[in-house]
């Protein structure tokens, strides 16, 4: 544990290297950009680390575990976007790893999504058009 203590707080030249794989200059550098931030204690940006690697970690097992890269014995980017849409946990990686599709399917998407833009407008000229017919009647 002593080892651990001493790769948190610095002091160790090359032992907190042992124990995270991320780079901490860079952990410190992303810690700094946020403009609410003066100034990072060692131990947060080894903890920050060490978490993000258990994480990464985590989602890289579930997402072998559940994926169809086991059959091959690799983990591949749908199996991570499969992980990030079916899982709960991981729900929140959607946006970030969304299925991959060809262009030529999310062109068709794009213009079915205009066709029924265009037929909810028109649905709504026609709506209103009543409704100031039915004004001028009564």
Same mark, same amino acid.
């Given at each position: &544990?002593?080892?651990?203590? @001493?790769?948190?707080?610095g002091r160790s030249g090359g032992g907190e290297n042992r124990l995270v794989s991320l780079p901490l200059s860079r952990i410190r550098v992303i810690m700094k950009s946020s403009p609410e931030v003066s100034s990072i204690n060692? *131990?947060?940006?080894?903890l920050t680390a060490k978490a993000t690697e258990m994480f990464v970690q985590c989602l890289a097992?579930?997402?072998?575990?559940?994926?169809?890269?086991?059959? @091959?014995?690799a983990l591949t980017?749908?199996?991570l976007s499969h992980a990030?849409?079916?899982s709960e946990t991981f729900q929140f990686l959607a946006d970030i790893l969304p299925k991959k599709i060809l262009a030529s399917k999310y062109l068709k &998407?794009?213009?079915?999504?205009?066709k029924g833009e265009q037929e909810e407008d028109e649905e709504e000229d026609e709506n209103s058009e009543n409704e @100031?017919? *039915?004004?001028d009647t009564s």
């Open positions: &544990m002593a080892a651990g203590q @001493s790769g948190a707080s060692p *131990d947060a940006i080894f097992t579930y997402s072998y575990k559940h994926g169809q890269g086991k059959e @091959s014995k980017y749908s199996d990030a849409e079916k &998407m794009l213009e079915k999504e205009k @100031s017919e *039915d004004e």
